[in-house]
């Protein structure tokens, strides 16, 4: 469910597109806390934000030889298409991108004959969650690898987020780490904006 963007009128006539996915399907995860404090990051910024997460990103193993889509994997594909910007939350398991996770941007594929193909003019926010400094900082490293792979534009901060050290489930907003989070949406929002002005679509 996409939430209503805040701001003054080019905001709204203009609405800014960020697409948050990723977490895992653990209820309460970590990387699901992450995802939607950076989404109101986001959203605070002025951004429209979808959130994509856990269980909702269960789709099929992507096959190359298959061109069968079912309808989560077209909704998921469809939002990516329209989004201006997106932010990426991952789990670190043993030391790298959970598989759910990868596999939904592996479905990124489906847009290579799009007139913008796969996140070609898109930040992209990358964030990783893990139980320990080194698995956060590899699995962040390797959202950042795949985002390039995909044409994105990483956002200059990428956070990451040890698990063992903070639960962001307990966290206040003035905990320095919502504050980096928040950081991240932001810097999303701040891209699609320059990039939108340099196109001509903004006033």
């Known amino acids: 469910m996409a939430d209503a963007p805040t701001g003054d009128s080019k905001a709204t006539a203009y609405p800014i597109r960020v697409l948050a996915l990723g977490g895992s399907t653990r209820a309460e995860s970590s990387g699901g806390h992450a995802l939607r404090l950076a989404a109101e990051g986001a959203r605070v910024a002025g951004a429209q934000t979808e959130i994509l997460s856990g269980r909702a990103l269960m789709f099929p193993l992507y096959d190359t030889e298959t061109p069968e889509r079912d309808d989560a994997v077209r909704a998921m594909v469809d939002a990516v298409r329209r989004a201006d910007g997106l932010i990426v939350v991952s789990p670190g398991y043993h030391g790298g991108i959970s598989g759910l ?25 990358c964030i990783a969650v893990a139980h320990g400094w080194q698995a956060a900082v590899t699995t962040l490293h390797q959202i950042r690898q795949v985002v390039h792979a995909l044409r994105g534009w990483p956002t200059p901060f990428g956070a990451a987020v040890n698990s063992s050290l903070v639960r962001l489930s307990d966290v206040t907003p003035d905990d320095p780490v919502v504050d980096q989070l928040h950081l991240v949406g932001r810097q999303v929002v701040e891209f699609a904006r320059m990039r939108r002005a340099a196109e001509g679509l903004m006033p």
């Open 101 to 125: 996770v990868k596999n939904a941007l592996d479905y990124i594929e489906d847009l290579r004959d799009d007139p913008r193909p796969y996140l070609e003019g898109r930040a992209v926010g």
